[in-house]
């Protein structure tokens, strides 16, 4: 099993910058993706982020490309997003996941779940 805590979420103006952080707890030894999902009111749950185990392969949605990075600390077993230029569509419940292997973008495919920070953008 793998635990996963986020926390960095908050209020922020249109165009300010948050820093996201998930720290995995648990059998975190392995060849495991981490990655970043976020569902706003009234919306599906969708991908963000996401990053394999020693950084080698990256992926984003296009909807933050050039505005997020995903990283992981060096020890591996935590992930950072650094959210830029935010925007009030950037609002949601933002949730770390954790699955082996291969990066993938469906939420149903990722085995562990954080239990969500907040992120809201004011306009």
């Known amino acids: 099993q793998v635990q996963l805590v986020e926390s960095g979420g908050g209020l922020v103006q249109a165009g300010g910058s948050l820093r996201l952080s998930c720290a995995a707890s648990?059998?975190?030894?392995?060849?495991?993706?981490m990655g970043w999902f976020r569902q706003a009111p009234g919306k599906e749950r969708e991908f963000v982020a996401a990053i394999t185990w020693n950084g080698g392969s990256i992926d984003y949605a296009d909807s933050v490309k050039g505005r997020f990075t995903i990283s992981r600390g060096s020890a591996r077993n935590t992930v950072y997003l650094q959210m830029n230029s935010l925007q009030p569509g950037d609002t949601a419940v933002y949730y770390c996941?954790?699955?082996?292997?291969?990066?993938?973008?469906?939420?149903?495919?990722?085995?562990?779940w954080g239990q969500g920070t907040q992120v809201t953008v004011s306009s």
């Open positions: 648990g059998r975190t030894s392995g060849n495991y993706v």
């Open positions: 996941a954790a699955r082996y292997f291969v990066i993938h973008t469906t939420d149903s495919d990722y085995n562990y």
